[in-house]
Nanobody
Framework: EVQLVESGGGLVQPGGSLRLSCTAS????????MNWVRQAPGKGPEWVST????????TYADAVKGRFTISRENARNTLYLQMNSLRPEDTAVYYC???????RGQGTQVTVSS
């Protein structure tokens, strides 16, 4: 059974930083590209970023490019999202998702507010 567990969310002031983590189990993590997706209150899911299985290729939504960095540690079955220069519009529940299947975790809440 695929399990994805996100952590690291919280309340942060505008301009602050957070690092999200996603621990994966139930599949061979190193062979799958992985994604971060977010969903703000009252809105649909929004793709944030994707990383290839080996970590060599990353892509970002325009809204987060230059501020967020996706990375992974295959030896630890863990996906990360470093979020800098956070803005109120980044407030959302953040989910990690597995490509080729679309499974996702329970999400972690990120709130950017003064």
């Amino acid at each position: 059974e695929v399990q994805l567990v996100e952590s690291g969310g919280g309340l942060v002031q505008p301009g602050g930083s957070l690092r999200l983590s996603c621990t994966a189990s139930g599949f061979d993590f190193r062979f799958y590209s992985m994604n971060w997706v977010r969903q703000a209150p009252g809105k649909g899911p929004e793709w944030v970023s994707t990383i290839s299985s080996g970590g060599g290729t990353t892509t970002y939504a325009d809204a987060v490019k230059g501020r967020f960095t996706i990375s992974r540690e295959n030896a630890r079955n863990t996906l990360y999202l470093q979020m800098n220069s956070l803005r109120p519009e980044d407030t959302a529940v953040y989910y990690c998702t597995k490509s080729a299947g679309g499974e996702r975790g329970q999400g972690t809440q990120v709130t950017v507010s003064s």
